[in-house]
């Protein structure tokens, strides 16, 4: 008689003394649970044979199976050319809560007693249109930190030292996203080089923490103890009130490609994990080598068991899936807004309430899809990145140089919330505005360099995006020229502003908010160095970019008109969605030529929002494209006496002084610039 769910419970379990392993693989044909010696790694101390059950789960108990143990699994079948047994190999075990080096490229699991106490801390439960995303790396944000004691910086105590905690909430971030942290290991062509992922986009495992940013204390006293601390480190950021957001990649593995390292999934059932055709080509459309099969209901439920370990068990508050266009792939290989992955991973009541961000892309024909996942998903919007850009870098270079730009309509588009990408149902919220992030240029080095600049990686200049849509300004890279520098920074200023001004969801990446540089390095996952860790010891204009930044975000908290969380309706008024109301150079509504033209570079932008829980508010804000200073006819508009000026973005001071002026007046506003009013 088999259980109902013939799934469940697979890894290892511990009752009354016994330790049950359950692993699933259709094409074994026999499996060992091997147990090592806590001492010696090369000894096993017991060898238990597994037995396969009606649903091709199989099975091994043992006393000596207990926590701390170390343990592996040899499994064995035919040759065949969808199959790649080894038998004379040990395989980390899928489910594994912990892992142990015990080579340069050997590991065995680790049975973990995952017991915590949480001492009443919760989950923080951002609204979406209250949330503000920091990008960050654990490594990095820390590692150079004079504040935080040197056997922490780097590590998960690291990013949760008072400290670090205090300048994220000072800054006024709700939610942190961790570029990946899930058990990962380097490609072999880096180790060959020399170098490392740094980034950690190659999972090893997807249920443990990656033990190399844990401290040194932690790793030594063995995987619970870096578990403990991954744990603590949720705690107090959650106790503080910010968010833990990982990103996860669940659609390809560190195994690589048919001729990569055979360590866990490929070596227990290769045929079922991985996209293969009849042949027993992979079928890549991660260009990582391998796709994991979501479309098998096995490692279907691997990935919803690997979510809900982290969103249960280790309190985590949402996931944004690296390219999430594969998870989303059927039988056909081909896309499906309902495939049965994305659909159980946004009704799983045991996910109720985790925020769902999606890369909706991947490598693969027909992989781009921003705009086509379904409801209660947030999406990458990388059309918004790059209309950012141009608007603000592109388009003004184009300019000097006697071209038009493209025009203020689709910046507005963006600005408002990208209706044109998301549906009516799913809202602005259902876009996640960026203008940088870990994979390109900083937000500084978008303003300084023409070209990437990656040679340090190994590529002769090859790998990385040529598509940056930036702007040096006169001079590629570092310069001394004041003017450069002057325009360089207030173009990071309109750049922040327009990020963090804009409907939808924002996510800043760490370090632009004071300007940090990676020299033009648009592809620095393979440097584990100064050149990606944050450097806080800032010169006099990082400070003013941090405190432009600081105020952005205030800003934002303090005017709802900022964030709505639907799109308004014609002739109706909907609940939590702002009125907007659109406004030429001379302050009348803008004519459809205004809209189209390339050679409209000024909008005024008036937002009120339509209160269900805040207060009513009204902004307006100036867009200003071109180089030179312009004069603003302020728009007369019902129930509007007065605009009070709230920020500037042509220059960084942020005097308190509240100036105000009355519909109808004619306003200097400086070449490419913004600013924000509130209308009252």
């Given amino acids: 008689m088999t259980h109902a769910d013939p799934l469940h419970n697979l890894g290892v379990r511990l009752s009354a003394g016994v330790g049950e392993l359950r692993v699933y693989s259709r094409n074994a044909e026999a499996m060992d649970l091997c147990i ?6 090369n000894w096993i101390v017991k060898t238990v044979p597994m037995t396969r059950d009606a649903d091709n789960v199989w099975s091994g108990r043992s006393r000596t199976l207990s926590a701390g143990r170390h343990y592996g699994i040899r499994v064995s079948g035919p040759a065949a050319p969808t199959n790649s047994f080894h038998p004379e190999k040990t395989m980390v075990e899928p489910y594994s809560r912990g892992l142990v080096r015990v080579g340069p490229e050997q590991w065995q699991s680790s049975v973990v007693d995952d017991a915590f106490d949480w001492a009443g801390s919760v989950k923080p439960k951002i609204a979406l249109d209250h949330t503000v995303v920091y990008e960050a790396h654990v490594r990095g944000i820390s590692k150079l930190n004079p504040a935080i004691p ?55 495992n997807f249920f443990t923490p990656h033990a190399d940013y844990a401290t040194m204390a932690s790793q030594s006293a063995g995987p619970e103890a870096v578990l403990r601390e991954f744990k603590g480190m949720v705690k107090l950021l959650h106790e503080a009130g910010l968010e833990v957001i990982l990103d996860v990649v669940y659609n390809h593995t560190a195994e690589e490609g048919p001729g990569g390292p055979a360590s866990s999934l490929r070596g227990i059932d290769n045929a079922t994990y991985y996209r293969q055709n009849d042949a027993g080509g992979y079928i890549d459309v991660t260009g990582c080598g391998n796709t994991l099969n979501v479309s098998n209901e096995v490692p279907r439920r691997m990935v ?35 495939h049965p992955l994305i659909k159980s991973i946004q009704s799983d009541p045991e996910l109720a309430g985790v925020k769902l961000v999606a890369e909706p ?33 592109t388009d003004i270079a184009a300019a000097r140089d006697g071209h038009s730009g493209s025009g203020i309509g689709r910046f507005a588009t963006r600005l408002a919330g990208s209706a044109n ?3 009516l149902e799913r809202g602005p919220l259902a876009s996640l505005n960026f203008i940088t992030a870990h994979d390109g240029f900083t937000m ?39 003017a450069i520098l002057a325009t360089r920074r207030k173009a990071m200023r309109n750049l922040l502003g327009t990020l963090l001004l804009s409907a939808g969801i924002p996510m800043l990446t760490a370090g632009d908010e004071f300007g940090r540089s990676q020299r033009g390095n648009n592809n620095a996952y393979c440097h584990d160095s100064e050149l990606t860790w944050l450097n806080w010891d800032l010169d006099d204009w990082q400070i003013d970019l941090h405190r432009v930044t600081k105020k952005l975000l205030q800003l934002r908290r303090e005017n709802p008109a900022l964030r709505p969380v639907w799109f308004g309706r014609s002739g109706e008024t909907t609940l939590s969605a702002s009125e907007m109301n659109w406004y030429n ?50 728009p007369e508009h019902a129930g509007v006496s007065s605009y009070s000026m709230l920020w500037d973005s042509s220059h960084d001071d942020l005097s308190d002084a509240v100036i105000e002026h009355i519909p109808g007046t004619r306003l200097l506003v400086p070449g490419a610039s913004m600013q924000l009013f509130r209308a009252s």
């Fill in 421 to 423: 990408t998301f549906s």
């Fill in 304 to 338: 919803l068991d690997s979510l809900k370990y982290w969103a249960n068990d280790v309190q985590i508050d949402g996931f944004r899936f690296d390219l999430a266009a594969t998870l989303s792939r059927g039988d056909n290989v081909e896309f499906q807004r309902d």
């Fill in 585 to 634: 150079i001379e302050g009348k509504s803008m004519s459809e030529d205004n809209w189209h033209s390339p050679k409209e570079r000024t909008l005024q932008y008036l937002a009120a929002s339509t209160p269900e829980f805040e207060e009513f508010n009204r902004i307006l804000l100036i867009v200003q494209g071109r180089e030179r200073d312009v004069t603003v006819t302020l």
């Fill in 444 to 482: 500084a080095d978008l303003t300084a360099y023409n070209v990437k600049h990656n040679v340090g990686n190994g590529e002769s200049n090859r790998d990385g995006t040529d598509s940056n849509n930036s702007f040096n300004h006169g001079a590629e890279g570092p310069t001394r020229d004041r």
């Fill in 361 to 393: 892309w991947d490598v693969g024909m027909g992989g781009w899809q921003t705009g086509n996942f379904p409801d209660g998903w947030t999406e990458w919007n990388d059309r918004y990145r790059d209309r950012m850009r141009s608007f603000w870098l």
């Fill in 36 to 41: 090592f010696d806590a001492t010696d790694p």
């Fill in 150 to 204: 040197a056997d922490l910086r780097g590590t998960y105590a690291g990013l949760a030292h008072e400290s670090t905690i205090a300048y994220l909430k000072e800054l006024g971030v709700t939610s942190v996203e961790l570029l990946p942290v899930q058990a990962f290991v380097s490609e072999q062509r880096l180790l060959k080089q020399g170098l490392t992922n740094y980034w950690g986009y190659n999972t090893f």
